[in-house]
Structure formats: C-alpha cells, structure tokens
C-alpha cells in the first residue's frame, strides 16, 4: 500500500533558527495537504498542494510540491515557540478521496 | 461554524473490555473518517464514510472492530474485545464531499486498555 515517509522524525531548533521537514512518497499524488498537531491536541489543517512544482507561503511558513509528485517540503523561516508541535504531510492518491498520513516530524524550539 | 464533537475524551478499560466511542461531525460533512493514532506515529484511517456508506475500511480490524453511521450524520466506533495494542486516541474527522478538501478533526478520545 502506499506509505508516507517524513525526516527528520524529530528536530530540536533554538528560537529564530529556520526548520525544514521533507516528505515522500511511494507512489505519485494528486494532491498534499500539511497539518499541525500541537502537543495533546489534534491534527489542523494548514495548506493544500495540487500543482506540480507548486510553492505556496503562509507567512514564515513555505510548502513547495516536487515536480514529479511524490514529494514536498515545508520550511519555516525564523522559528517561535508558537511552531512547537508535529508536522504531518498527508497525500491523497486521487482514489475516493484517500488521505495517507505521513510519519510526522516533531518539531521543538526552545528560546 | 461548530467543530467536530467526540466523546468520550477519555477512556480507561481492561483487555477484553469493550467500548464505544461517538462523533458527531460539522453540519453539512457528508464524508466522516475514523483516524487511530497511537503515540508518536501519524494518524492511520481505520474506516471512511460517504453519507451512510462506507467508502474504505481496508485499515479496519473487522474482527474486533465495528462503526457506523446510520442516519448518515453522526457515528459511533466499536472495539470488542480489546487488546493492549489498542491503546491509542481515536480521531473523527469530517470533510464536506469532493475530492480532497480539508479534514476537519474532533479532538479525539484517548483510550487506555489495562
């Protein structure tokens, strides 16, 4: 079956250092999506990704969707203690709407 | 707009115990997912409904694993008898139909089996 792979699977960032995430895939997506799950809470949609090669920016947050579409990356630019949390990517294969959750990457930032 | 409602958020219960758990989804989300999501790992869909009819539970241990979602509305998820390996938080989630918009979660029911 399809499988979602994300490094690193934890990261440790000082505040105002920047943070990049990488996500792959096994087979070729129609689309990506990226959510945030805050410690004890529940996974929040961020952004959604269908273009191939596509870049998208929510203010100091950069997802980019690789050309081949297996691939994407999300980058923070300047950390806060506000990003602490876990990364998901999740890829949709196109079939009945399928989301295939990614590993995650758990990211801290201390000050 | 109201979010997704789960209960319980808690639940503590003995191996070869059974439980239930509820979701009630966002007014409107044809499409409700049961997501497990045991400690440090990414969610992993156990059964996805379209209105009343299941569209995916390839995940679903059927032998000890049951939901549904008769009105087509809210939904409830079964485990019985359950195991150790069980323990995890159990995640409703529900989208409006088409493909691929964004899921929108409850949050969650965390389960511990003794």
């Known amino acids: 079956g399809q499988q979602v792979m994300q490094i690193p699977q934890y990261q440790h960032v000082q505040e105002g250092e920047d943070f990049t995430t990488y996500c792959n895939s096994s087979?070729?997506?129609?689309?990506i999506q990226w959510y945030k799950q805050r410690p004890g809470g529940h996974p929040v949609f961020l952004i959604q990704?269908?273009?191939?090669?596509e870049v998208k920016k929510q203010k100091r947050l950069t997802f980019q969707f690789g050309e081949a579409k297996k691939n994407s990356s999300l980058h923070i630019t300047a950390t806060q203690t506000t990003d602490v949390g876990t990364y998901f990517c999740?890829?949709?294969?196109?079939?009945?709407?399928?989301?295939?959750f990614g590993t995650g990457t758990r990211l801290q930032v201390t000050l | 707009e109201a979010g997704v409602a789960q209960s319980p958020r808690y639940k503590i219960i003995e191996k070869r115990q059974s439980v239930a758990f509820w979701c009630n989804p966002i007014?409107?989300?044809?499409?409700l997912y049961w997501y497990q999501q045991i400690l440090g790992q990414g969610p992993k869909l156990l059964i996805q409904?379209?209105?009343?009819?299941?569209?995916?539970d390839s995940q679903l241990p059927k032998d000890r694993f049951s939901a549904e979602r008769l009105k087509g509305v809210d939904s409830t998820l079964k485990i019985q008898p359950a195991k150790l390996e069980d323990s995890a938080v159990y995640l409703c989630?529900?989208?409006?139909?088409?493909?691929?918009?964004?899921?929108?979660f409850g949050n969650g029911t965390r389960l511990t089996v003794t």
């Open positions: 999740a890829g949709d294969t196109g079939t009945a709407s399928k989301l295939t």
């Open positions: 087979t070729t997506l129609s689309n």
């Open positions: 990704l269908v273009k191939s090669g």
């Open positions: 007014s409107g989300h044809a499409t």
């Open positions: 409904f379209q209105n009343n009819g299941v569209v995916d």
């Open positions: 989630a529900s989208n409006r139909q088409g493909k691929s918009s964004p899921l929108h």
